[in-house]
């Protein structure tokens, strides 16, 4: 095979059999999947294309659309007037450019569209192609074509080159050139300079429209009115006349594709022609026939897109892997397996038909099934195949259908499950009513009989032939059958081994449990767990060995591990199996046959070493609180009201979207790595205290792993937490606590001279209460009563005054004192003046509304004896003295006597000259200046002249006390 001879296995015709029918013709088309199915219903798609940031841009009837591999974005253009947008093209500084059919032209940059450029009317035409040179400048080809260069300079051609001009191409050395209508030249652009060239052929005439078609070999060129193929010599711009056209066009029209080196062949009406060299593939026939194909457009990373009508994109992951070959009548495949000679396939059908799949064609081996054929079973050197189509007759509806002649045996009654070959002749198969052993001879003469140890719902069956034993899986546990007959069930962790499917090599048994673990049982029953890599959140449908090799599907994937669990190869199937439920699937060598819900697949694991491309990652966006940051930095420093950090990770594929994981932490917080799936790029962390973080991120494709991906970030977190903070609030503390405890020491001090200077007035208070004036006066009355024989009178005043002595010297020890008590020491002090006084004495003590207080002791008999002294000793006939108390706030005593008056009783004493003072008022004045200090009182006393007629009748003194209450 030359380089230019490329064989496409993935579209070919088969030759029609003569001996089959013409609808049992299978036909391949590559493996393919839709995108956007439901995003773009009922809409048309007529241009893709793909920015250098990897995002999909899609040009259709509704606008345009961008695609990130994860959001589909409406992208709306101010000033738009029609919504059909066309003709996308790419300029190599990455801005993108389209029009409509209102003649307007956009451009698209920073993902946001906007309106560039509307035609003149002069300049408008039917089509308008646009393109762009080296140099970004845009090209526009219209009636009259132009240029815009860089700064948006028009550049246009002269008027001699107006008219209908073609697609445009650009050559090998930067030319760009576009065939023109009804002429045998070309337009030429190079720069901002326009020309024309002629084009030399060999034929007598080339007027039409050429579109050019750059392939590895050559540019070859298709006139778009005759359909004939042409080489071009880009230089001389000569064309050669390859071949018609090989397939009858009956006057259709045809877009012209090159992708992947294959010239793909777009038809009007529905379908695709591909082919890797028509000239050397004659007759090629149209695939994707139930889709109408608008454009065909080859991504970054090889997929090749084909745009539809109505029904979203069309993605070819790989054109190496075929597509499914539907069945006859599009019927669904349930079960595959190999014949006896492992050349063809045989196929249970959803109908219960059963096919033979040889030479690329389908037959029937049988087709009166009433059923889903997903019980059928072939063995190598098996002379036979073992189904249960479901349609009963005497004999039953398990049947063995003969390789050779097709001749159909019903052998028994029963809903099949599963079954295995455990010799040359004699079958094991699992029923939903126990085990049955099947036995055969050369005269195709069967003997089924039931294994009555296995008398019990059973669903499958694995035979390891160099053991010669059979596990059963029942609804009892799995079972093991050995050669002499003998039955064990089998245990896990000490309970019975319940298994949803099982297979066997030659010396093991391999079981899947109810929690989807792999385990492996040898030959002397014991059990190991076997971890397989990638299968953690896959449940397990279906499992095969071969060649040392563990094959397992599930509803979607198939699985190759090696005995130890290394993996081997995926197959996804949103690459391979245009996301259909996989239903059976069947091995050999490095063959292996997938039987879909679209048909039947091969799959060749002889390029299971290829090696696959590293992830492409990216940070898409990433936000701290409410706002979102500049990608261009990697290092924040965030105050703590931003605690909330979003990620948006982005790795843009199509092919392997079922494969891709992440695996991502972030430093500073998580203790390991979390892995998530493709669809789980948004990545959040609501409340981040104060620290340093490092978010890592790295894609990962079945084992290849992209670049690694890192943002450092701080949270600062309050104020209060930094050290500069603490370090103050310490030195704050410290000169707090400092001053606290100088202000409590001067407090202390003070109080403590406060207390002294307390106790130093009532010792004063003792003195004036005390002095030896009282004294001596009270001993004396006492003395004169003894001396007349008045010995009771005499002895109640030495009581009294011993009394009064006793409670003088305990109340100055105290702060405060009930207030009874202190009217009992008035009583004492008033009663032993009266003896002194001759019983010329006469006093009242009013306690007013005075009930459960306290007050400070001997505060009031100093100004009582002072009325006595200097107000009432001097005072001829009755002496009158009264006490009245009044509680408030504090406590009121007002003291009146009827004596002679502070005036002359002054001018007593200066006349007498005595140094005696009965009442020490600066020690009285001292002390109340003290109370107030002490408690916050405003206590303290005034004294008042009474007067009758301007002559002085005695004196009043009000005295405000402290008091406690004492409740």
């Known amino acids: ?146 240029l815009f260069d860089r700064n948006k300079k028009k550049h246009s051609a002269s008027p001699s080159m107006r008219g209908y001009h073609g697609i445009p191409f650009t050559t090998s050395d930067g030319r760009i050139i576009c065939s023109r209508n009804g002429s045998d030249s070309v337009l030429v652009i190079q720069g901002t300079t326009f020309t024309t060239q002629a084009l030399h052929s ?56 090159v992708c992947n080196d294959m010239l793909w062949i777009a038809r009007i009406m529905r379908g ?305 199996f245009s996301g259909m439920k996989i239903n059976d699937f069947c091995v050999s060598g490095d063959e292996i046959w997938v039987a879909n819900n679209s048909g039947i697949q091969k799959f060749d694991l002889k390029d299971s070493e290829r090696q696959l491309p590293a992830p492409l990652l990216s940070f898409s966006m990433i936000s701290a609180g409410s706002d979102t940051l500049d990608l261009l930095q990697n290092e924040f420093s965030f105050e703590e009201s931003a605690r909330k950090f979003r990620f948006v990770i982005s790795s843009p594929t199509l092919r392997h979207t079922a494969n891709i994981r992440y695996h991502y932490r972030l430093l500073g917080n998580d203790t390991g790595w979390t892995i998530a799936d493709y669809a789980e790029h948004d990545i959040t962390y609501q409340s981040l205290p104060a620290g340093d973080y490092t978010f890592v991120v790295k894609a990962e494709n079945q084992g290849v792993f992209s670049n690694v991906l890192t943002f450092h970030f701080t949270v600062t977190g309050p104020f209060w937490s930094t050290w500069w903070f603490y370090a103050l609030a310490t030195l704050i503390i410290g000169i707090l606590i400092t001053l606290v405890y100088l202000n409590r020491l001067r407090v202390q001090q003070r109080k403590s001279k406060l207390i002294n200077e307390l106790y130093a007035s009532r010792l004063t208070a003792i003195q004036s209460q005390m002095n030896p004036h009282f004294i001596f006066n009270s001993l004396n009355s006492i003395q004169d009563l003894v001396l007349k024989g008045d010995i009771d009178n005499s002895y109640t005043y030495i009581t009294t005054f011993s009394d009064m002595v006793r409670r003088t010297m305990n109340y100055s020890e105290k702060d405060f004192i009930d207030f009874e008590q202190e009217l009992k020491l008035l009583n004492l002090y008033l009663s032993l003046e009266q003896l002194r006084f001759r019983q010329e004495l006469h006093f009242t003590i009013d306690e007013g509304n005075t009930e459960d207080i306290m007050i400070p002791p001997m505060l009031i008999q100093p100004f009582i004896e002072n009325a006595l002294v200097h107000g009432l000793l001097h005072k001829q006939g009755e002496k009158k003295l009264s006490i009245h108390f009044e509680l ?4 009121k005593c007002t003291i009146e006597d009827n004596g002679i008056g502070r005036k002359k009783s002054r001018q007593i004493r200066e006349r007498q000259r005595g140094d005696y003072e009965s009442f020490s008022g600066r020690a009285i004045e001292k002390r109340f200046e003290i109370l107030n200090q002490l408690y916050g009182t405003q206590c303290g006393y005034t004294y008042e002249d009474l007067r009758s007629e301007g002559e002085p009748t005695g004196t009043r003194v009000t005295i405000v006390l402290p008091v406690k209450h004492k409740f």
């Open 1 to 146: 095979m030359t380089s230019a001879i490329k064989l496409l296995r993935i579209v070919s015709v088969f030759v029609l059999s003569l001996i089959v029918q013409r609808d049992l013709i299978a036909v391949t088309q590559p493996s393919y999947f839709v995108l956007a199915e439901k995003q773009f219903n009922g809409i048309e798609i007529y241009d893709v294309i793909q920015d250098k940031n990897y995002n999909y841009w899609f040009a259709t009837s509704s606008g345009i659309f961008r695609y990130d591999c994860y959001t589909f974005t409406s992208v709306k253009c101010f000033g738009m007037k029609g919504n059909s947008v066309f003709g996308f093209t790419e300029a190599r500084n990455g801005e993108i450019f389209c029009y409509n059919l209102n003649a307007q032209i956009f451009r698209i940059a920073d993902n946001k569209c906007n309106l560039y450029y509307e035609l003149l009317p002069d300049e408008r035409s039917t089509d308008v192609h646009l393109t762009c040179n080296s140099d970004s400048d845009l090209v526009v080809l219209c009636r009259t074509p132009f």
């Open 272 to 576: 695709i022609y591909i082919s890797d060299d028509l000239f050397a593939n004659p007759t090629p026939v149209p695939v994707f026939n139930d889709w109408f194909i608008s454009d065909v457009y080859k991504d970054r990373e090889g997929n090749i897109l084909l745009s539809t009508f109505g029904v979203g994109v069309l993605v070819i992951p790989d054109v190496t892997i075929e597509g499914a070959i539907a069945l006859p009548s599009k019927q669904v495949p349930m079960s595959i397996g190999y014949s006896a000679t492992g050349d063809n396939l045989v196929v249970g059908s959803e109908n219960g038909k059963l096919y033979e799949f040889a030479n690329n064609n389908f037959g029937i081996l049988a087709g009166s099934g009433t059923r889903p054929l997903k019980a059928m079973f072939t063995w190598k050197d098996c002379p036979f195949i073992l189904y249960d189509d479901g349609e009963m007759n005497d004999k039953g509806n398990v049947k063995a259908c003969f390789n050779d002649d097709h001749e159909i045996i019903c052998l028994t009654k029963g809903s099949l499950k599963d079954a295995v070959q455990v010799s040359s002749h004699e079958i094991l198969a699992a029923f939903n009513i126990g085990t049955y052993r099947i036995t055969w001879n050369n005269k195709r003469e069967f003997t089924v009989e039931q294994i009555q140890e296995l008398r019990i719902r059973c669903h499958n069956i694995a035979h390891a032939g160099n053991t010669g034993i059979t596990a059963i899986a029942t609804s009892q546990g799995l079972k093991l059958l050995y050669k002499d007959g003998s039955v064990l069930p089998v245990n896990y962790n000490n309970v019975p081994l319940f298994v949803t499917e099982i297979t066997a090599d030659d010396s093991s048994i391999f079981a899947v449990n109810a929690d989807g673990e792999v385990l492996k049982i040898n030959a002397a029953g014991n059990i190991f767990k076997m971890p397989l890599d990638e299968m953690e959140n896959e449940e397990i449908v279906q499992l095969i060995t071969n060649g040392n090799r563990l094959y397992s599907h599930t509803d979607k994937n198939i699985y190759v591990h090696e005995y130890n669990g290394k993996l081997i190869r995926k197959i996804s199937g949103a690459e391979s």
């Open 202 to 257: 060999s034929e007598s005439t080339n007027l039409g429209v050429y579109k050019f078609l750059k392939f590895s070999t050559g540019t070859v060129a298709v006139n778009l009115a005759s359909k004939v193929f042409y080489d071009l010599d880009e230089k001389s711009l000569t064309l050669s006349k390859r071949i018609q056209q090989p397939f009858e066009s009956n006057g259709e029209y045809f877009s012209y594709y």
């Open 888 to 891: 408030g706030d504090n406590l």
